[in-house]
């Protein structure tokens, strides 16, 4: 059947990516640095975000699939200091993608510095919907968009573990997108988030989930 097939292909590469990590190598050579002990990465942190204005309070929690597409959500809270920034609270949430790890991983192009490796193929692009909460509004009354960039540092010289984590970008409402009119920082604000994070890589078969043995 054709999904079996698929299903059968999408393993087969799976597997052969765990094997690519570990033939012909030792037990502490393993150059996806433990980002294949497991299918899913599971991010959760918190911080603080640097907006105009002032800062507020941050926080994250991330799901990405091989360490290189998935989905995450932020939020900010503030101010921490003073009046604060407008708006004063805001929600995200949309898809991340990191094309460098099984790109230069499977063409061989690590460099064997475990914490450069981990830094480089952490870049990635943000896309999202935002939501924001003006003074005086409605919590995630004003709808939007976000467009970002992310790299982070690992502590330790494996993938599960902490790392530091820089995230930044622009944030537009749906009617400044509409309208092309900006009244003010609901309308387009810049960001800056610095947060302590713990991933941690764990096996979920998202690959062959459905898979049934033959009889």
Do not use: N
């Amino acid at each position: 059947m054709p999904w079996a097939s698929d299903r059968c292909a999408a393993t087969v590469a799976f597997a052969a990516i765990v094997l690519r990590a570990t033939s012909a190598l030792g037990a502490d050579d393993d150059p996806s640095h433990g980002r294949l002990e497991g299918d899913l990465a599971v991010v959760a942190g918190a911080g603080v975000a640097a907006v105009s204005g002032g800062a507020r309070a941050a926080a994250e929690v991330r799901l990405r699939y091989l360490e290189t597409a998935g989905v995450f959500a932020t939020y900010e809270d503030g101010p921490l200091t003073g009046s604060g920034p407008e708006p004063i609270r805001v929600l995200a949430t949309g898809l991340e993608l990191r094309p460098l790890f099984l790109f230069r991983w499977l063409k061989g192009l690590e460099t064997s510095r475990a914490r450069m490796d981990l830094a480089v193929d952490s870049m990635g692009l943000e896309l999202g919907a935002v939501f924001l909460q003006p003074s005086g509004g409605a919590f995630a009354s004003i709808p939007g968009l976000e467009v970002g960039l992310g790299v982070e540092l690992p502590i330790l010289s494996r993938a599960s573990g902490p790392w530091i984590g820089f995230h930044g970008g622009l944030r537009w409402s749906d009617q400044a997108l509409g309208s092309g009119q900006i009244r003010g920082p609901d309308d387009r604000s810049a960001y800056l988030a610095l947060t302590l994070a713990w991933h941690q890589m764990i096996v979920v078969h998202a690959v062959d989930a459905g898979d049934r043995a033959p009889y």
